[in-house]
């Protein structure tokens, strides 16, 4: 894979560090929900154990996690709070919350398994930023299939969206990358078996896959425009040997890869 001379592995410190964050304020927000208090000792699960921190009654919230009303608190997303209220902030305050022990644990897993390798790949910068703009794509169209006409107060939450970006990422490398991969139907195999398993988690019921969908499409199209590599066979100026035929020299990038690069614009700026 010589393209422009040796490269190294970006140090990956914004994935684990965003689980980390995702575990912190899980945390802090079964400090704000405090069951013992809203609804007595008796009623909270593992009170002996958690204390202040200990869970809703199996009955609101099955998987160990707070109230619906500590989640909107908090900054979970809702539809009626963003359009009515303004409340703008709710598109990226609800990537770091989760509704449950089960659901943060299998997002910060799924994220440490792909985010990771992709940070070191391309670097902080480029998948913090997808990371965001993904979970942000999740959040709107969650938002925009929300039923307004629902009496109870609809919340949202989760990095599920930002994680589907990834795998939306991850397929776009593979596509635009193709040179580069060595196994690549092994590669895009795995990866859509991955991509399908989750997406059909996502029809369970009390799961938003607006979010999942919303995510992945945005990450695919982000993934075509910030993930783009040197073809394979790519010499960069400095490492051009002395003597070697200019006109034998093969561009940066291919001409897929360019055409991909301005369609995604294209339909991003649209949507």
């Not at 985010?115 to 999740?138: A, H, M, N, Q, T």
């Not at 989760?158 to 139907?185: E, H, M, P, R, V």
């Not at 979010?211 to 425009?225: K, N, P, Q, S, T």
Request: glycine share 10%.
């Amino acid at each position: 894979m010589a393209y422009g001379g040796p490269s190294r592995p970006w140090c990956s410190w914004f994935m684990p560090l965003s689980c980390v964050a995702c575990i912190a304020v899980f945390v802090y927000t079964m400090y704000v929900n405090n069951c013992p208090k809203n609804l007595g000792e008796d009623r909270c699960v593992f009170h002996d154990h958690l204390g202040r921190f200990s869970f809703q009654p199996r009955s609101e919230n099955s998987l160990f996690g707070p109230s619906t009303a500590t989640l909107k608190k908090l900054g979970g997303l809702s539809r009626n709070l963003v359009v009515y209220d303004g409340e703008i902030y709710r598109f990226f305050s609800c990537m770091w919350l989760h509704a449950n022990v089960i659901h943060l644990l299998t997002n910060s897993l799924a994220i440490l398994f792909i985010g990771v390798k992709l940070e070191e790949d391309f670097g902080f910068l480029r998948i913090g930023l997808l990371y965001v703009l993904s979970g942000f794509g999740g959040g709107l169209l969650s938002c925009l299939h929300q039923d307004e006409s629902q009496q109870t107060l609809q919340i949202s939450v989760g990095a599920s969206g930002a994680l589907f970006g990834l795998l939306g990422a991850s397929l776009s490398d593979i596509i635009t990358n193709w040179t580069l991969y060595t196994n690549k139907c092994v590669s895009i195999t795995m990866l859509i078996l991955v991509i399908g398993v989750n997406m059909a988690i996502g029809f369970m019921p009390g799961i938003d896959n607006m979010a999942h969908i919303g995510g992945f499409v945005a990450g695919i199209l982000l993934g075509f425009i910030l993930l783009l590599r040197p073809q394979y066979g790519y010499v960069s100026g400095p490492y051009i040997a002395p003597g070697y035929e200019l006109n034998h020299k093969k561009p940066k990038y291919q001409c897929h890869q360019k055409l991909l690069w301005v369609i995604s614009v294209v339909v991003l700026f649209v949507w």
